[in-house]
T-cell receptor, first 114, second 112 residues
Framework: GENVEQHPSTLSVQEGDSAVIKCTYS??????FPWYKQELGKGPQLIID?????GEKKDQRIAVTLNKTAKHFSLHITETQPEDSAVYFC?????????????FGSGTQLTVLP | ETGVTQTPRHLVMGMTNKKSLKCEQH?????MYWYKQSAKKPLELMFV???????ENNSVPSRFSPECPNSSHLFLHLHTLQPEDSALYLC???????????FGAGTRLSVL
């Protein structure tokens, strides 16, 4: 089955700096890679996702890159703000068009220092 | 609001109690999921329902019993739990045609 490794487990950055979180996956068949943000007391919320037919996707201050050959993908947050502080999870799966299991990484606690 | 509502938000129960967690989605999705979230561990998928039929059961102990009466509602019935079952239990739903999953806020369960 799929195995997803996520690093680092904790990350502190100064407000305005960039943050990068990296994930590796084991199953070369995986083709869908979402990122979730979980704030305190809330469930995970999808913030961005990427499919294996593209190498990069951007949404304002957030970007995700995918290297299929190396089987790793990364989340980049630029111009970080205190409200970006949360736990971030990566995930991977083979999306065949029906309900499938997402395999999650262990999470990264991001703290943005004012 | 994600459109996925879980109740109760917090639950404390003894090991001999029987309780149920409820999840309701107002998104018209066909697939619903139960996850267990323990501290410093990845989210663990417990059950998947697609069009009310259980499609995955990830070796979950029988003291956890899911029920999906329709595509909008999902229950997790609990009985004779152990202290190690204390965790945040998350419900999610997806259209069923993609894997974009929407999560509820979870039920924080404490087993004494």
């Amino acid at each position: 089955g799929e195995n997803v490794e996520q690093h680092p487990s904790t990350l502190s950055v100064q407000e305005g700096d960039s943050a990068v979180i990296k994930c590796t996956y084991s199953d070369s068949a995986s083709n869908y890679f979402p990122w979730y943000k979980q704030e305190l007391g809330k469930g995970p919320q999808l913030i961005i996702d990427i499919r294996s037919n593209v190498g990069e996707k951007k949404d304002q201050r957030i970007a995700v890159t995918l290297n299929k050959t190396a089987k790793h993908f990364s989340l980049h947050i630029t111009e970080t703000q205190p409200e970006d502080s949360a736990v971030y999870f990566c995930a991977a799966t083979f999306d065949s068009g029906s309900a499938r299991q997402l395999t999650f990484g262990s999470g990264t606690q991001l703290t943005v220092l004012p | 609001e994600t459109g996925v509502t879980q109740t109760p938000r917090h639950l404390v129960m003894g090991m001999t109690n029987k309780k149920s967690l409820k999840c309701e989605q107002h998104l018209g999705h066909n697939a619903m999921y139960w996850y267990k979230q323990s501290a410093k561990k990845p989210l663990e998928l417990m059950f998947v329902y697609n069009f009310k039929e259980q499609t995955e059961n990830n070796s979950v102990p029988s003291r956890f019993s899911p029920e999906c009466p329709n595509s909008s509602h999902l229950f997790l019935h609990l009985h004779t739990l152990q202290p190690e079952d204390s965790a945040l239990y998350l419900c999610a739903s997806s259209p069923g045609t993609t894997n974009i999953q929407y999560f509820g806020a979870g039920t924080r369960l404490s087993v004494l």
